[in-house]
């Protein structure tokens, strides 16, 4: 890699860390990201209860943990977890979440692409909706087979955010025009827009993060027993409750899924 290169790697990963930062305040606010009903709930822990077992107090690393939602679930499942995000907002939502509910959750400041923790340490590694802004994927997904103990297991849960099906694209696009004069919740705030276009279209995956091309990279990282679940269908069903009619068919069409792997 060439000096520039480097150099604008570097401000991009300043970049999606300071955006992240200023999402914080309302991450929670927002159907999608935290879970607003018992039946979400049982949905999600169906999904990593599937691909993960119980926790059976092994050890947990939720990375990008944002607000620790993953964290609470796999917590709620017996794992010993620990959350690791670099956005402090987020990390200081997290640690006030786990302490109002009681929970034992270990949080730490740190770059899921480079985690500085020790080899073999977990027997799961889970991520929801990081893979989408990461500048070096493959060498990240080095790092958590690395990190994991053999036998261990990473489960990603993300997206392709920017090939739409034509009914998603229909819906988003009327979602925002009726944000826009006040008739529906804006997903983030307006003047975050083009901060995320803008990052969206410097990272690795600019051109969306299909699941066959996350395994594929995944697979020359070293992991095998590489699978994609696209069933969210549960999990869809019971956002949509609290999402308006558009933005739950707009997220149902969504390209999302979630990838299981073995070390
Ligand atoms: C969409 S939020 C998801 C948060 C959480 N995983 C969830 O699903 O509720 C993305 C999070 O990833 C974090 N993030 C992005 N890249 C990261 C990296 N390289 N290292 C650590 N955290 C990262 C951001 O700070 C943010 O909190």
Redesign the pocket.
């Known amino acids: 890699m060439d000096t520039a290169a480097a150099l604008s790697n570097h401000d991009l990963?300043d970049e999606?860390?300071a955006y992240?930062?200023q999402?914080?305040a309302t991450?929670d606010t927002q159907p999608g990201?935290?879970i607003f009903s018992e039946e979400e709930r049982a949905a999600w822990h169906q999904l990593f209860r599937k691909h993960l077992g119980e926790g059976a107090g092994r050890p947990a690393l939720?990375?990008?943990?944002?607000?620790?939602?993953?964290s609470h679930l796999l917590d709620d499942l017996g794992f010993k977890v620990t959350g690791?995000?670099?956005?402090e907002p987020?990390l200081e939502r997290a640690r006030a979440k786990a302490k109002q509910r009681n929970r034992s959750i270990r949080f730490l400041m740190?770059?899921?692409?480079n985690t500085m923790e020790g080899d073999n340490a977990y027997d799961v590694i889970t991520?929801?909706?990081?893979v989408w802004?990461?500048?070096d994927p493959l060498s990240?997904f080095r790092e958590w087979h690395r990190v994991l103990k053999p036998g261990g297991k990473l489960l990603i849960?993300d997206g392709d955010f920017v090939n739409k099906t034509l009914v998603s694209r229909i819906a988003g696009q009327l979602n925002r025009l009726l944000a826009k004069v006040g008739l529906a919740a804006e997903h983030r705030p307006p003047a975050l827009g083009e901060t995320h276009q803008s990052i969206l279209s410097r990272v690795y995956f600019s051109s969306g993060a299909r699941a066959d091309t996350v395994a594929d990279l995944l697979r020359q990282a070293g992991f095998s027993k590489v699978t994609v679940d696209y069933d969210m269908r549960a999990i869809h069903r019971t956002q949509r409750r609290n999402f308006s009619f558009l933005k739950g068919l707009e997220r149902a069409t969504q390209h999302r899924y979630a990838v299981c792997a073995e070390k």
Not at 84 to 87: G, Q, V
Not at 110 to 113: I, L, N, R, S, T
Not at 127 to 130: K, S, T
């Open positions: 990963r999606i860390k992240w930062s999402r914080a991450f990201h935290e939720d990375l990008a943990c944002g607000t620790a939602v993953v690791m995000d670099w956005a987020m740190g770059d899921a692409e991520n929801r909706h990081l802004t990461l500048v990240c849960v």
